[in-house]
């Protein structure tokens, strides 16, 4: 596999991974994939530092149940990648429980041979 395909499947699990650790509630693991100024853009345009988005999926005002890949798309350009995939995702939050239609694009970049989240922005579509 050259290294063009070997990066996209690292940048899928990494993103996938991210996905289920929503899921799991897992905020540590998280950590460890997310950029230390990750920002999570909300479908609303609201720009959430990830410490408050962390602490809103530990005190489950956002809960993550599960998700379906409908389409995913990523874009490597040397140590950087721009990931774009359409899920749907059974979720709450702030109340509201529904499958959102939620397309992220996230922005990653490669460190010490790992992909790193820098950002994801989320819109519908």
Do not use: C
Not at 33 to 51: C, M, R, S, W
Not at 65 to 72: A, Q
Not at 88 to 114: C, F, P, Y
Request: charged fraction near 30%.
């Amino acid at each position: 596999m050259d290294s063009i395909e070997d990066d996209k499947s690292q940048v899928l699990d990494v993103t996938r991974q991210l996905t289920q650790l929503m899921i799991d509630k897992n905020t540590a693991a998280m950590n460890k994939i997310l950029d230390a100024n990750f920002t999570l853009t909300h479908i609303t345009g609201y720009v959430q530092p990830k410490e408050e988005w962390f602490s809103e999926i530990e005190s489950e005002r956002m809960k993550y149940y599960s998700y379906k890949e409908v389409k995913i798309t990523v874009k490597i350009d040397g140590d950087k990648a721009i990931f774009v995939g359409q899920n749907l995702l059974d979720a709450r939050i702030w109340g509201t429980r529904n499958n959102w239609r939620l397309q992220q694009t996230m922005q990653l970049e490669k460190r010490n041979g790992k992909w790193i989240i820098l950002k994801s922005v989320a819109t519908t579509f």
